[in-house]
């Protein structure tokens, strides 16, 4: 749908200081370049499993996709070690 056919009478006008600390974001931004890019890829894991991940990534305040990064680099190490 194009944005001329949005209705945005509903949203606040932005204030001052959101502006101040607003960073623009597009397309040709995207995210700051690491050194460290990561591959995307596709899996299927369990409904359960998923929620259990999740449950245990927020207990360790970090994004899931980030613990399960971290559990199959360990898994990965403990079997080539």
């Known amino acids: ?3 001329s056919r949005i209705d945005f009478s509903d949203i606040p006008e932005s204030t001052r200081e959101e ?15 690491t ?4 591959q995307l890829i596709a899996i299927r894991i369990a409904p359960r499993l998923l929620a259990q991940l999740r449950r245990l990534a927020a207990k360790q305040a970090k994004p899931y ?17």
Not at 19 to 33: C, D, H, I, N, T
Not at 35 to 38: E, V, Y
Not at 65 to 81: N, Y
Request: net charge positive; glycine share 8%; no cysteine.
């Open 1 to 3: 749908m194009p944005d």
């Open 35 to 38: 050194g460290n890019a990561k």
């Open 65 to 81: 996709q980030t613990l399960i990064h971290e559990l199959l680099e360990r898994a990965a190490r403990k079997k080539v070690a």
């Open 19 to 33: 502006l101040k600390r607003a960073r623009r974001v597009g397309r040709s931004v995207g995210r700051p370049k």
